[in-house]
């Protein structure tokens, strides 16, 4: 359609400029606001223990390491798979190949080229049996792997696996020009990694601070913000004073914060609260060597004597739901019909002394073969929620009998020394969980020796089966009821007691736009945040 008379078409625009007048101030002008520039520092409990991807297993080590190294594939903000460092992918029709094609130009910080032998180099260092690592399970599925040429990875399974598409992110990539030959364990780049994502790495001073700079060679696009900060305050009341005074930019608040702390003029003048239940479940784990835990009934009578409505009300202030199993209520995996854990100190009484628990010198606790049923729950320093959930179990325990002690450890330690060591009786912990619904190497037996994250030692075969079996299915409603019968022997066998789900309750100083929440929560697209140059805080010498 073309405009014959030039007035109507000027009128036309000056009316539907008074109607869009916003539209476009966001769409357009925000757009053009977009400048780079500025640090943002936000607040963790906890240090990182090692930047290479395959060798940690906590969640700080693979938040900063997700900023540094990419995946072939990611979630996007819907939780929909898309390609990250693989451009696209075809999977046969037996679905035993996936054939990766990798983008081209992609660079190391140090100026070498990605490509498809980095991918390889990588499986093979993680298929490596002398190599520590949790995450080998999802590649030992792999029958051989190739790359026709450099820009070309194709993997044959032995069988079909559904998880194969998502297992390909950031943990299988490696500089193969930097450790070829090399022990990864004791490589420098655990501590000063080498970058091929939005940030790279700048410091590290230990139980202080984590710096990354922009990566401007990225081969997406540029990072908006110039830096990334990562102080590690192990204190949640110091972390929120650091807030305060204006020395933070973003943490994760409390409940109490949240809902008390953060309802005045100054924090409604400065921050953006975000709210969402997360992708992770709190539990207490039991040491199933140790002569307390090793008899079911016991583990369902703490189960029965652990009230989760309380915690929920009282720890987390209703920013929460109980948990009974590992997958969130909505979660398509979640068994809706899963019998409900209830709060019943007599039940727990009584499995106590069908389990032949019993005060026979009536001091209070309960002993069995002159040994008091007296134990120590373990947790890490610095998190509030976790040891007020510590003190409700250990004076609900008291009623049935059993004494609790609480010891709280420094992160690092915590995993050093108590869990790879497997030094612990209960501990209360978290997991944080991705969208593929596969926990093999959470509960299979084979994962329950070494290092591996099956640290409370739970063997159970039909789970094994069952394990295997959802790993094979790619039939949606069948993957489900296998997943649903995994939830149901969990129940039963109580290897963990399955606290609550939490609420993750961010806070995030105003300056900073750009934020989408989204299914996938707010960091998907943490590389297009950005804050307008006249609010810069920060600003380049």
Do not use: C
Request: net charge neutral; hydrophobic share 40%.
């Amino acid at each position: 359609m073309r405009f014959k008379n030039y007035r109507i078409f000027f009128l036309i625009i000056a009316i539907l400029s008074v109607f869009f007048i916003d539209i476009i101030d966001i769409s357009v002008f925000a757009e053009n606001n977009k400048n780079y520039g500025d640090t943002i520092i936000l607040g963790s409990i906890g240090d990182a223990s090692n930047l290479m991807p395959m060798l940690s297993s906590d969640a700080t080590s693979h938040e900063i390491s997700g900023l540094l190294i990419n995946g072939l594939v990611k979630y996007d903000k819907n939780l929909n798979l898309v390609g990250d460092l693989a451009k696209s992918w075809e999977i046969s029709p037996d679905g035993l190949t996936i054939t990766f094609h990798l983008k081209k130009g992609v660079l190391w910080e140090d100026g070498k080229e990605f490509t498809a032998e980095d991918v390889i180099f990588g499986f093979k260092t993680i298929t490596d049996p002398k190599i520590p690592t949790a995450y080998a399970g999802d590649f030992m599925m792999v029958k051989d792997i190739s790359a026709p040429d450099k820009y070309t990875v194709v993997v044959n399974y032995k069988e079909p696996f559904a998880p194969a598409l998502g297992s390909w992110g950031n943990i299988v990539v490696l500089p193969k020009h930097l450790l070829e030959g090399k022990d990864i364990t004791a490589s420098p780049l655990a501590r000063k990694p080498i970058s091929l994502g939005p940030y790279k790495f700048k410091e590290w001073k230990t139980q202080e601070k984590i710096v990354l700079e922009a990566n401007p060679a990225y081969f997406d696009e540029r990072p908006y913000l110039d830096n990334y900060i990562m102080r590690i305050i192990p204190d949640s009341a110091t972390m929120f004073l650091e807030l305060k005074t204006g020395n933070l930019d973003w943490m994760g608040l409390s409940p109490l914060q949240y809902s008390r702390q953060t309802k005045n003029k100054f924090f409604n003048d400065n921050f953006n609260k975000y709210q969402y239940l997360a992708f992770s479940y709190t539990y207490m784990g039991y040491n199933l060597k140790s002569p307390f835990f090793n008899d079911k009934k016991v583990r369902q009578a703490l189960n029965y004597a652990i009230n989760k409505e309380e915690i929920v009300n009282g720890v987390l202030l209703g920013y929460g739901i109980p948990a009974h199993g590992p997958y969130k209520p909505d979660s398509p995996f979640y068994n809706r019909n899963l019998p409900k854990s209830v709060y019943d100190l007599e039940k727990a009484k009584a499995l106590l002394k069908e389990a032949g628990w019993a005060d026979t010198n009536k001091d209070g606790i309960l002993d069995k073969n002159n040994i008091k049923f007296s134990f120590t729950i373990l947790t890490n320093q610095g998190n509030d929620l976790r040891l007020k959930t510590a003190q409700i179990i250990q004076h609900r325990l008291k009623q049935i009998g059993i004494e609790a002690k609480i010891r709280t450890v420094e992160w690092a330690a915590f995993i050093k020394d108590f869990i790879n060591k497997r030094r612990f009786e209960a501990i209360i912990l978290g997991w944080t969980m991705g969208i593929e619904p596969d926990i093999y190497d959470i509960w299979h037996s084979s994962r329950a020796d070494g290092v591996g994250l099956n640290f409370i030692g739970y063997k159970n075969t039909e789970i094994d089966k069952l394990l295997e079996e959802g790993r094979k299915t790619f039939d949606i409603e069948k993957r489900k009821q296998i997943y649903f019968k995994i939830q149901e022997i969990l129940l039963d066998d109580q290897p963990y007691t399955f606290l609550y789900f939490p609420m993750a309750l961010p806070i995030i100083h105003k300056r900073f736009k750009g934020i989408e929440p989204a299914p996938s929560g707010i960091t998907h697209n943490f590389e297009k945040w950005y804050v307008p140059k006249n609010e810069q805080k920060y600003i380049a010498p």
